[in-house]
């Protein structure tokens, strides 16, 4: 009976997130809203029988909320129009104020959002591990994902909303994002943290506005994605050999990029709960894209980590990345021969002369992930100015590209390590 409704559910969800285009969902508004609000509180209901944990489904005020953290958002307005939420928790558990206090700001993946560093709960996610220390932590949204939808003058619906990939997220969100932090705090330099897109992002801020060097005190990458010529991710070989759909049928679907309803998390935290016999088929797929790691995989919380990602996304965001697989140089994005032309004045794209980051760097890869492979990461140290401060690889041979935030043993694998890297260069007073 419970499997009756349980499928009922998925297949109402199903036709319904079928019904339009995605990004309609979001710009329709507010009865497709209701609607799922309405399924989801049923699915609470129901979460007593199929035990989804409770933390599935909450957004960042309501789980900041329920464990005892709070809250500042703030709206930054980048100077090409987009509005972001940076995300504020002032202190930790044990300690209040700001005062004195170093900054961090955390800087999520691609298709990710302020609560990937959040979910996975008090002792244990880095954000809250900071705040706990004493650290003053900011995470950033950028633009795109459900915190940072907004714009001066478009609207998702509108082609042109989404016409940016990692790029512009480096050069436009997180100069906008940290020059806010610095005015608010009055502090001289933060620390960076950026996970996968958060480390290229990083990358590119460092290279193309070199001034913001200054303001780091240490950029820590969780797997550098800059070079990804070696990249050996099945999936992103699939989207590689069908690029054709992105570059046509999307396209011409009138899809530009997927903004994150809660159609997704829904759908995600149901097809993929520990009682679902799904959950094996959700953790091949994810482990085709970030690695075989099945034993780091937390089966419970699983839901609570797709109940938020995948968030938005640009299907140019995509592109670029595939691009960089495909080509294997780190540059900007590829227009074709005569539109570079007319975009840059040369042929090819501008790479990213990774030697101009002169900021403190501390990079951590690991063996498993089939993003960033070992080469690559080599290319990319080989290239810079100066050896980095840190270069950590994970001791754990099945470390792969998303255990970095979703790995059940994080803290002792990876966070530990970390935190006392940064408290080496940002010491808690
Ligand atoms: C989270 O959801 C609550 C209840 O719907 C809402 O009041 C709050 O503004 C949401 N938080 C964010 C950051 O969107
Ligand atoms: C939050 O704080 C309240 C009041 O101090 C306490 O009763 C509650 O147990 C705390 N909740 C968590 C999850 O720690
Ligand atoms: C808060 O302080 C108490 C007492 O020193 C300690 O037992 C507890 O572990 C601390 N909690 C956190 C989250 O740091
Ligand atoms: C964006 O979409 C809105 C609503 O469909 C439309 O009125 C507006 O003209 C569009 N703007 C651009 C720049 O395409
Ligand atoms: C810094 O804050 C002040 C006061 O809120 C504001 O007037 C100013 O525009 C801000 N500067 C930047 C660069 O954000
Ligand atoms: C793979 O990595 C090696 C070593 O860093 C590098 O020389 C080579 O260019 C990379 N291959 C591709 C296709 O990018
Ligand atoms: C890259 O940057 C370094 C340091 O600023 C500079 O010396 C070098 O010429 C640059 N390389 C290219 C290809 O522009």
Redesign the pocket.
Same mark, same amino acid.
């Given at each position: 009976m419970n499997y009756l409704l349980f499928f009922g559910l998925v297949f109402l969800v199903a036709t319904n997130a079928n019904a339009g285009n995605l990004q309609n969902d979001v710009a329709a508004g507010s009865n497709i809203h209701t609607f799922l609000q309405l399924i989801w509180d049923l699915l609470k209901i129901l979460a007593h029988t199929i035990h989804i944990d409770e933390d599935a489904g909450l957004n960042i005020t309501q789980f900041l909320e329920k464990y005892n953290y709070s809250l500042e958002q703030h709206q930054v307005t980048t100077e090409d129009n987009y509005i972001l939420s940076l995300h504020r928790i002032p202190h930790g558990r044990n300690n209040t104020g700001t005062k004195n206090k170093p900054v961090v700001l955390l800087v999520h993946c691609l298709a990710c959002s302020s609560m990937d560093w959040i979910w996975p709960g008090p002792n244990k996610a880095l954000a809250l591990l900071l705040a706990d220390l004493g650290y003053d932590v900011w995470l950033a949204n950028n633009r795109g994902n459900s915190y940072s939808m907004g714009h001066k003058t478009l609207i998702p619906k509108n082609a042109s909303y989404w016409d940016f990939s990692f790029y512009e997220k480096g050069y436009y969100d997180i100069p906008a994002s940290i020059d806010h932090i610095l005015n608010v705090t009055g502090v001289e330099k933060i620390t960076y943290i950026g996970h996968s897109q958060g480390a290229t992002t990083g990358i590119v801020l460092t290279t193309t506005r070199p001034e913001y060097n200054d303001k780091i005190n240490l950029m820590t990458l969780l797997s550098p994605v800059a070079?990804l =010529? /070696?990249a050996t991710s099945p999936m992103a070989k699939i989207l590689s050999k069908y690029q054709s759909l992105l570059d046509l049928a999307l396209p011409f679907l009138g899809i530009h990029g997927i903004a994150y309803t809660p159609t997704i998390g829904v759908l995600g935290s149901l097809l993929c709960n520990q009682q679902s016999s799904l959950q094996p088929l959700c953790i091949v797929f994810i482990d085709l894209f970030a690695g075989f790691d099945a034993d780091q995989v937390d089966k419970e919380k699983l839901p609570v980590f797709l109940s938020n990602t995948p968030n938005g996304v640009s299907i140019k965001d995509i592109k670029h990345y595939v691009q960089e697989m495909d080509s =294997?140089h780190f540059r900007r994005f590829d227009y074709g021969k005569v539109a570079n032309i007319v975009h840059y004045g040369q042929l090819t794209p501008p790479a990213f002369n990774v030697s101009k980051i002169t900021a403190p760097l501390a990079v951590y890869y690991a063996k498993n992930d089939f993003m960033v492979s070992l /080469?690559?990461v080599?290319?990319f140290v080989n290239e810079l100015s100066t050896f980095p401060k840190v270069l950590h690889q994970v001791e754990y041979d099945f470390f792969n590209h998303l255990d970095f935030i979703t790995a059940k043993d994080v803290k002792s694998l990876l966070y530990d390590s970390l935190i006392e890297t940064i408290q080496k260069y940002a010491p808690v007073n």
């Open positions: 070079y =010529g /070696n =294997g /080469n690559d080599t290319r």
